[in-house]
Every structure is written in structure tokens, then in C-alpha cells.
């Protein structure tokens, strides 16, 4: 991929500092608000990459593409909720980002919050109708990678959503078990008691490490 020049780069470079004069001064002359640096990152996907709202907002105005994708296949909302900005989720769903985009690795954006703890991102991208048993390559998914951190609060909203405890990844794990492999004992003992089911893969972890 050529490198960019002139306005596009311009644009790049004010999308990812948050310099709106000079993405202003740049669109005025003429760049693409799809041009793609070597990443295969759009301005929008540097601006959502920092948090950079009124960026987006600009980005967005000049048509940029809600659903564009990097070289990695991730998407502006995914940036968004692996940042964790509530607020750039609710803009970019509000644009139709696609909540089911999948990246290189087939995460979605539901899988990239949950995994960094970010609930109220989880709750926003739930309420837009994302899978909530979204399986990646690994056959990991949100409640997988967000029990696996030890992120609760998320494991909790999952579950009262409708996620399903009792899903395995290509290891044969379950949410609870990636939980207590990861000491995350009191995440494991909930999911026990909110329907995960306490097979015998689950009693020979906790034996391994109790």
C-alpha cells in the first residue's frame, strides 16, 4: 500500500492527534475520507482508535464508512469498545456500524468490550441486538473473555441478557472454567449458581488449584 501523501495524509495525521483545524483544512483540500494508512486504518478508525468524538462526528458528516475495516478486520466500533467510550458506541450504532463485523481473529465488538471489563459499552451494544454467544476463531465470546479478566459486573450482564454459561471454546472450556483458571474464583462460583454447570472438567480445575 502506498504511502500516504499530501491531504490524505493530512487527514491521518489530524484524525489520530485530534487536530480538527487541521482535518478541516485537509478535507477543504480534497482528501479521501477513505484513505488507508498501512495498517489499512481509515482517519475514522484513527480518530475512533484515540476517542476522538468530535473527529468522528466530523468524519461521519463527510460520509466517512461506518463499517470500514482494517487490514485486521477491525471495525470503528470495535475501536470504540475496546476504548471503552459508551458515548462512540452509541454514536457509531447510531450510524448502523454492523455489531456483528468480525475481525482477522472473528471477534466482534460485543467480545472486544466484554473482554477489557467495559460494561456500559456491553449494555449499549446488547440493547442494538449484538450476539451475546458471538464465538470467535478460538470459539471464545464475550462471556468467555470477560469471565477469563474477571470482570463481574460484565459476566453478570451477560447472563441476565440471555448469554449462555454452558457454551465451550475449542480448549472444551467454559466461561467458569476460564475463570478459575484464572483465580477468578468469585466469577466462577457465580456463574455456578446462575445456571453453568458444574461438570467434572470444572471440578478437576478446581481440584488442580484449590
Known sequence: MRRLAGADAELMAGAAANDMRRAMRALEDGANTECRGADGATPLLAACSHGHLQLALLLLARSANVNCQSNFGSSPLMKCAVLGSTELVSLMLAKRADPEARNADG?????????????????????????????????????????????????????????????????????????????????ADWLVRHGGAYGQELRNVLQTVM
Not at 478460538?138 to 449462555?164: C, I, T, W
Request: glycine share 8%; hydrophobic share 45%.
Open 107 to 187: 471477534s466482534t465488538a460485543i467480545i472486544c468490550a466484554a473482554c477489557h471489563g467495559h460494561v456500559e459499552c456491553v449494555r449499549e451494544l446488547l440493547s442494538a441486538g449484538a450476539n451475546a454467544d458471538a464465538q470467535n476463531k478460538n470459539g471464545g465470546n464475550a462471556l468467555m473473555n470477560a469471565a477469563f479478566s474477571g470482570h463481574l459486573a460484565v459476566v453478570q450482564l451477560l447472563v441476565e441478557r440471555g448469554a449462555n454459561p454452558n457454551l465451550v471454546s475449542r480448549s472444551g472450556w467454559t466461561a467458569a472454567i476460564y475463570a478459575v483458571r484464572n483465580d477468578h474464583h468469585q466469577v
